[in-house]
Each structure stands twice: as C-alpha cells, then as structure tokens.
C-alpha cells in the first residue's frame, strides 16, 4: 500500500526538540483480513526498505461494556528474518521487541501491531505516538 507511511512522533513537551517525527516506513501493507494477519510475515525471506506490515487487531468486543484491547500474540514460526514488533493501544507505543527468526514469541495488549526490519524501531519507546498517515499529506512542521 503505496499510499501510507508508519510516522513516529515524539512528545516535545519542554519544546528541545524542533524536528519530533521520524518516517519509519514508506512501504506499508495492511494486513486486513484474518488470514493476512494469521500469515503475517510468515515464508517471507527478506524485506523491503522502509517496510511495515500494520494489523489492526483488538478494540472492544461485541459486548457493549468497553474492556479494552485483548492481549496479541506474536510468534516467529516460519518467519525467516528478524523484525521489530511494536504494540499500540490507540497509537501510543505499549512494548516493542525485537523478534529472532523462529524462536521469539510476544504478547501485550494492543488494537495495532506493528512488524518492521529489524532496526527500525531502535529508537523506539514505550509511550511514544505511532501514526498511520496518508503519505501524500503534506505536513507543516509549525502544526506537528
């Protein structure tokens, strides 16, 4: 999906920062559908640059009484590379990890999950803000 970028944005609250976004991705897929986010990154052997699959995964359940997001689970089988996975609740980074080949596993609560290269979520934090965008939106950095 050619048309969205995967936006970090730092809180700048004592106003150090000038420039607090950071693009992470500019080749985003959405995973939209169960069996494209039960098949995730599965069989894949390598990435592309500036890569991110986005699943939209969690939000209340049908019951009327708001619970939250569920708890997501990640797993490497059949994933042939490392990756970083973030979890969101309504854009605001809960965890992220960095994911081996085959053998890592992840849960925490989430409505978004986010697999990227390996890397790419380095200077990531719990209670950063990550942003689905369109990527022909043209940004004023007075208003960020």
Same mark, same amino acid.
Do not use: C, Y
């Given at each position: 999906?050619a048309?969205?970028?995967?936006v970090?944005? %730092?809180?700048?609250?004592?106003?150090?920062?000038t $420039?607090?976004r950071t &693009?992470?991705?500019?080749n985003v897929d959405?995973?939209d559908?169960?069996l494209s $986010?039960?098949k995730?990154?599965m069989? %894949?052997?390598?990435?592309?640059?500036?890569?991110a699959? &986005?699943?939209?995964v969690?939000?209340?359940?049908?019951?009327?009484?708001? %619970?939250g997001?569920?708890r $997501?689970?990640v797993h490497?089988l059949?994933? !042939?590379?490392?990756?970083?996975? =973030?979890w969101?609740v309504?854009?605001e =980074? &809960?965890k992220?990890?960095?994911? %081996?080949?085959? !053998?890592?596993f992840?849960?925490?609560?989430a409505?978004?999950?986010?697999?990227?290269?390996?890397?790419?979520?380095?200077?990531v934090?719990t209670?950063d803000?990550?942003?689905?965008?369109?990527?022909?939106? $043209?940004?004023?950095?007075?208003?960020v």
């Amino acid at each position: 999906m050619a048309d969205k970028r995967v936006v970090l944005r %730092r809180d700048d609250t004592l106003g150090e920062d000038t $420039q607090n976004r950071t &693009v992470l991705a500019t080749n985003v897929d959405v995973a939209d559908s169960t069996l494209s $986010q039960a098949k995730g990154l599965m069989f %894949r052997s390598d990435l592309p640059e500036e890569f991110a699959l &986005v699943m939209e995964v969690g939000g209340d359940g049908l019951l009327p009484i708001p %619970r939250g997001p569920p708890r $997501q689970f990640v797993h490497m089988l059949f994933v !042939r590379v490392p990756i970083d996975v =973030v979890w969101l609740v309504e854009d605001e =980074v &809960v965890k992220t990890k960095r994911m %081996r080949p085959w !053998r890592s596993f992840g849960v925490a609560k989430a409505d978004r999950i986010l697999e990227l290269p390996a890397g790419t979520a380095t200077e990531v934090s719990t209670g950063d803000t990550i942003v689905l965008e369109d990527a022909n939106e $043209q940004q004023d950095p007075a208003a960020v």
